[in-house]
């Protein structure tokens, strides 16, 4: 897609002034009105460029974010740990660049595990002008704890309250106002997904700009001092509209991770996706095994009527073709059962309760839960 299209898809979602997503440019002029500052001429000051980094807790949409504010593709999906490296993208909102960077999820700035450790570096390091924490509007208390550890480090800190979509529809109402009282900082709510609130995140970013980065001592305080602060914040500001939302959602998960009902549920799930990729491939693997033989008797019949010697139809027609397509037909059903099947597993948030479940199992391997994913 080139910056033109972006350009435009983005404009159309827009309001006011739009953000332009462009490809890695170091030194884009707050003055210059190319999309693509590379190679740049006009640019003769110095960049202004203001550092963001999305950071908080697994699975709250910081690269759902991130890329629709910069227009690349991180991976997304309703699974925690997607993300384990930092990413770096870039967009324009007005006159301001900014350069964001994507950081791995983390419950915490003391956790130990090597993409939470990568985050916590990244915060701590000091390179950016403000530090945009992403919250679940769905579960204010659980997020909002590690917004308190990165407040104790840094005033630079806008908090970006996601998912409000979700909350609506579950009935979830957050008084942002008092909310922004509370903590004396920045409060957007946004939509991430449905690209609403972006606009009023990107101006509130702008506004660090010209703030000089600091590096900071990680965090010395225990994460439950934290936890206890952020549960009486979301106390205060949210109210529970549709109470039996919650309860049902506790009742599913109780019987998704519990360890008996977890662990039948999750084979009976797993035998039924095994079975139909495998069962249920078996009627288009034939209709197109069929039909693939079909074409094969017709290309024969059309080498024969062009004199095509026998060695280079046999190289051909009985090689190239019947190798390539009984591949197809044999591989291409049980993908297309198997991976909608699981996407719609991922969706549906299961896929996290099945790492919950196998969890304790890895870790005796030296592994963890989310390993069974890719496996
Ligand atoms: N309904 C709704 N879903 C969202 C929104 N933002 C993100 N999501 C979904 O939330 C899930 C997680 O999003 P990600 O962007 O992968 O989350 P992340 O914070 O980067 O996760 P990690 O990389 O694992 O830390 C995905 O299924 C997204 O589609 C939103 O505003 N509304
Ligand atoms: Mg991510």
Same mark, same amino acid.
């Given at each position: 897609?080139?910056?033109?299209?972006?350009?435009?898809?983005?404009?159309?979602k827009?309001?006011?002034? @739009?953000?332009?997503?462009?490809?890695?440019?170091?030194l884009s002029?707050a003055d210059?009105e190319n999309?693509?500052c590379?190679g740049c001429?006009c640019?003769s000051?110095r @960049?202004a460029?203001?550092?963001?980094?999305?950071a908080g807790?697994?699975?709250v949409?910081?690269?759902?974010?991130?890329?629709?504010?910069?227009?690349?593709?991180?991976? #997304?999906?309703? =699974?925690?740990?997607k993300?384990?490296a930092?990413?770096?993208g870039?967009?324009?909102? +007005?006159?301001?660049s /900014?350069e964001?960077?994507?950081l791995?999820?983390?419950?915490?700035?003391?956790?130990?595990?090597?993409?939470?450790e990568v985050a916590?570096?990244?915060v701590c390091?000091?390179? /950016?002008?403000?530090i945009?924490?992403?919250?679940d509007?769905?579960?204010?208390?659980?997020?909002l704890?590690l917004?308190?550890?990165?407040m104790?480090l840094? @005033?630079h800190?806008?908090l970006?309250v996601?998912?409000c979509?979700e909350?609506?529809k579950?009935?979830i109402?957050?008084?942002?106002?008092h909310l922004?009282?509370l903590?004396g900082i920045?409060v957007?709510p946004?939509s991430?997904?449905?690209g609403?609130?972006?606009?009023e995140?990107?101006?509130?970013?702008?506004?660090?700009?010209d703030d000089?980065?600091?590096a900071?001592?990680?965090?010395?305080?225990p994460p439950?001092?934290?936890?206890?602060?952020?549960?009486e914040?979301?106390?205060?500001v949210?109210v529970?509209?549709?109470p039996?939302?919650r309860?049902?959602?506790?009742?599913?998960?109780?019987?998704?991770?519990g360890?008996v009902t977890g662990?039948?549920?999750?084979?009976?799930?797993? !035998?039924?996706?095994? =079975?139909?990729s495998?069962?249920?491939?078996n009627?288009?693997?034939?209709?197109?095994?069929? +039909?693939? +033989?079909?074409l094969?008797?017709?290309?024969?019949?059309?080498? +024969?009527?062009?004199?095509?010697?026998? =060695?280079?139809q046999?190289?051909?027609?009985?090689?190239?073709?019947?190798v390539?397509t009984w591949?197809?037909?044999?591989?291409?059903?049980p993908?297309?059962? !198997?991976? @909608?099947? !699981?996407?719609?597993?991922?969706?549906?948030?299961y896929l996290?309760? #099945?790492?919950?479940?196998?969890d304790?199992?890895f870790k005796?391997c030296?592994?963890?839960?989310?390993?069974?994913?890719?496996?």
């Amino acid at each position: 897609m080139t910056i033109d299209r972006l350009f435009r898809r983005f404009k159309k979602k827009s309001s006011s002034e @739009p953000y332009t997503p462009f490809p890695g440019c170091e030194l884009s002029c707050a003055d210059c009105e190319n999309t693509d500052c590379t190679g740049c001429t006009c640019c003769s000051c110095r @960049p202004a460029v203001c550092r963001a980094a999305l950071a908080g807790n697994p699975n709250v949409g910081k690269s759902t974010l991130f890329n629709a504010l910069t227009g690349l593709h991180q991976h #997304v999906g309703n =699974w925690t740990g997607k993300t384990v490296a930092c990413a770096t993208g870039f967009c324009r909102f +007005g006159k301001s660049s /900014f350069e964001l960077t994507d950081l791995p999820g983390t419950y915490s700035l003391c956790s130990d595990s090597p993409e939470e450790e990568v985050a916590r570096e990244a915060v701590c390091q000091g390179c /950016f002008h403000v530090i945009i924490a992403i919250c679940d509007a769905t579960s204010l208390e659980r997020s909002l704890a590690l917004v308190f550890q990165i407040m104790a480090l840094t @005033p630079h800190v806008i908090l970006c309250v996601n998912l409000c979509d979700e909350a609506k529809k579950k009935g979830i109402v957050i008084d942002f106002p008092h909310l922004e009282e509370l903590l004396g900082i920045p409060v957007v709510p946004i939509s991430a997904a449905k690209g609403e609130g972006l606009d009023e995140l990107l101006k509130e970013a702008g506004k660090y700009s010209d703030d000089s980065p600091e590096a900071f001592q990680s965090c010395e305080a225990p994460p439950e001092h934290f936890m206890q602060k952020a549960e009486e914040v979301s106390r205060q500001v949210t109210v529970y509209h549709r109470p039996e939302y919650r309860k049902r959602d506790f009742r599913i998960d109780r019987a998704v991770t519990g360890p008996v009902t977890g662990t039948l549920l999750m084979l009976a799930l797993l !035998f039924l996706l095994f =079975w139909l990729s495998l069962s249920g491939a078996n009627y288009p693997s034939q209709l197109l095994s069929s +039909g693939f +033989g079909w074409l094969e008797d017709k290309l024969y019949l059309l080498a +024969g009527m062009g004199h095509v010697p026998g =060695w280079i139809q046999g190289m051909l027609i009985s090689g190239v073709y019947k190798v390539s397509t009984w591949v197809i037909a044999v591989m291409l059903p049980p993908m297309a059962i !198997f991976f @909608p099947l !699981f996407t719609l597993l991922e969706d549906l948030g299961y896929l996290p309760r #099945v790492a919950f479940n196998l969890d304790h199992q890895f870790k005796k391997c030296s592994a963890c839960g989310k390993q069974a994913l890719c496996m």
